[in-house]
């Protein structure tokens, strides 16, 4: 295993290539044909784990939402309030996106890619706008630790590669969609 360098964030997991050099595998613990086994990952992985990353943007968004000052609560403010309230009603958008697509998922949907892409490429743009806005709404001292928001805007670009790019959601949305 070759650990890598430190990460911008998403430093509470950690990644490393792993390499497989003559590692016998029991031919009862082979997942589809030999031969396929790209294919088996990306047909039964992809789509379940596209709509897991979505819904963790929506989680890591609702988390940037919390702020307090002073303390009164910051939405006391009117100008505040409105980013809060456009927070708010990014991320329910977004919610409301993943658990259609889950949904599409669980009743084994011949779109349900389609809709999990949909998620997430809506989801981490959601989540690029609600911590941008909450980073803005701390001030300048959301921009250094040991403030949370510094770790969450972080992590949150992280997301914009996990299970594939947004150009990536787009090539599948728009092949689903021009094959009918
Ligand atoms: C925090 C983090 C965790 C990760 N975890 C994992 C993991 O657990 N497992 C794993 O396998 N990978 C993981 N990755 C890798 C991630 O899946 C890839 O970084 C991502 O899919 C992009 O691939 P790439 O880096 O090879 O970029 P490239 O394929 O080199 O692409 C570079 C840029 O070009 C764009 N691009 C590429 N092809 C096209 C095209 N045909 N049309 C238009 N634009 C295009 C891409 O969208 C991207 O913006 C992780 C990455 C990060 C940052």
């Known amino acids: 295993m070759n650990p890598l360098p430190d ?10 290539h792993m390499i497989f050099d003559r590692s016998p595998v029991p031919i009862e613990n082979r997942l589809g044909e030999e031969g396929k ?6 047909s039964v992985f992809l789509t379940p784990s596209r709509i897991s990353v979505a819904m963790s ?5 609702r988390r940037a939402q919390v702020r307090h000052t002073f303390g009164k609560p910051l939405a006391a403010r009117q ?10 009603t990014d991320i329910e ?3 409301q996106l993943v658990f259609h697509a889950a949904r599409k998922f669980e009743a ?4 349900a890619d ?15 706008r609600v911590t941008d806005r909450a980073l803005q709404v701390h001030g300048g001292v959301g921009y250094w630790e040991p403030n949370e928001i510094e ?5 949150a670009r992280a997301q914009r590669f996990e299970e594939g790019t947004n150009e990536v959601q787009k090539a599948v949305i728009a092949r689903d969609l021009l094959n009918g």
């Open 7 to 16: 990460s911008m964030g998403v430093r509470g997991t950690d990644h490393a």
């Open 37 to 42: 086994g790209l294919e088996v990952a990306l």
């Open 57 to 61: 943007c929506v989680g890591l968004a």
């Open 79 to 88: 100008a505040i309030s409105f980013a809060l309230a456009e927070n708010a």
């Open 93 to 95: 958008a977004s919610r």
């Open 108 to 111: 084994g949907d011949d779109k």
């Open 114 to 128: 389609m809709f999990a892409s949909m998620a997430k490429l809506n989801a981490v743009d959601m989540l690029t």
């Open 151 to 155: 770790r969450i805007y972080r992590d």
